[in-house]
């Protein structure tokens, strides 16, 4: 089993940057691909990047592809989400998630067994 806690999120103005950050504790951080998702109120949540075990592949939303940037410390146990050029449409709950599963299909929600609490991204214009 896998802990998960986001931190980093905040209040910024367009065009400002972020760096959320997704600690893990439990099961060796290197078992798992690790994904990142969003929910904006009253929206479904969907997805925003995945990285591979090794984070040797990555994945991103046509919507943030360019802006934003995942990786991961498997020394540190944490994945990152970097966010430049920060847009409103960005605000939303960010939620990290990670799956032990060899393969995983990062852009569906549902192939994620493990979830963090979210924490809160708004951009403001």
């Known amino acids: 089993q896998v802990q998960l806690v986001e931190s980093g999120g905040g209040l910024v103005q367009a065009g400002e940057s972020l760096r959320l950050s997704c600690v893990t504790s439990g099961r060796a951080f290197s078992d798992y691909h690790m994904g990142w998702f969003r929910q904006a109120p009253g929206k479904e949540r969907e997805f925003v990047s995945g990285?591979?075990?090794?984070?040797?592949?990555?994945d991103y939303a046509d919507s943030v592809k360019g802006r934003f940037t995942i990786s991961r410390d498997n020394a540190k146990n944490t994945a990152y989400l970097q966010m430049n050029s920060l847009k409103p449409e960005d605000t939303a709950v960010y939620f990290c998630?990670?799956?032990?599963?060899?393969?995983?299909?990062?852009?569906?929600?549902?192939?994620?067994?493990?979830w963090g609490q979210g924490t809160q991204v708004t951009v403001s214009s």
């Open positions: 998630a990670a799956d032990s599963s060899t393969w995983v299909n990062f852009r569906s929600a549902n192939a994620f067994d493990h």
């Open positions: 990285i591979t075990k090794t984070g040797d592949n990555t």
